[in-house]
């Protein structure tokens, strides 16, 4: 019975990701709790298959024409460089502090995202591409060094960000198929020399997550992405919840 549990929350942590690229944080307490995972076991095995939801998401948003690739490829280089470094100081140091502070910050965008429903506004730097691209580069480094920190995924922490900044929602949730994988791969990477991935159920639980994935996507490019960005708000205020409690002990 706790395997069925294990693979229904693996289903809806995709969906979840194919549709609003947050939802990862879920599974981490999952394989704590159902799966008798260490918590740092929990967050290099739930990072792992970050990487395979990654790739079916970018290639279902793709095929919709949903990737913005002058903001995508900034991103996902800052990731790729400091995910790696995310995954060594994981085995280091003490994460609760960091952990908190990311999960204040998806908090404040997720009731920033929520009052501001019904406005729109350009994306901050719009005017000025280059150093728009300097601070994209930024961005993905922060979400690379917090993925592999945390092992909670790059749309956990980029989409609130980039909304926050007044990114397009469907552009950022693009984006966040992408970086996912960028993030993934980095700081699995480092996992794979200071960490510890339990195989079988990244296995099991990567099967059930692609599934979720490719139904997620057709999901969110079937309903206004206007009205997303109020559901987007909510959860990222949940998945910062989340990971306070989890970070607290409470999950």
Known sequence: MTIVWLLAISLVVGMLIGAVGIGGILLIPALNILGGLTIQEAM?????TFIFTGVIGAFSFQRHGSINWSITVPLCIGAAVFGFFGAWANSKIDAQGLSLILASIIVFSGIYTV???K???????QDWPRLQQVLLFGIGAVVGFGSGLTGVGG???SVPIMILL???IL????ASQVIQILAAISGTAGNLQYGSINYKFMAICTVFEVIGVVFGARIVHAINAQSLRGGVGLLCILVGTGLMLRTWGVL
């Not at 290099?44 to 792992?48: E, I």
């Not at 406005?119 to 730097?125: F, G, K």
């Open 119 to 125: 406005r729109t506004r350009s994306a901050i730097l």
């Open 115 to 117: 009052l501001t429903n």
């Open 44 to 48: 290099a095995t739930a990072l792992f």
């Open 155 to 157: 749309p956990a922490l």
């Open 166 to 168: 007044g990114f397009p």
């Open 171 to 174: 552009s950022t949730i693009g």
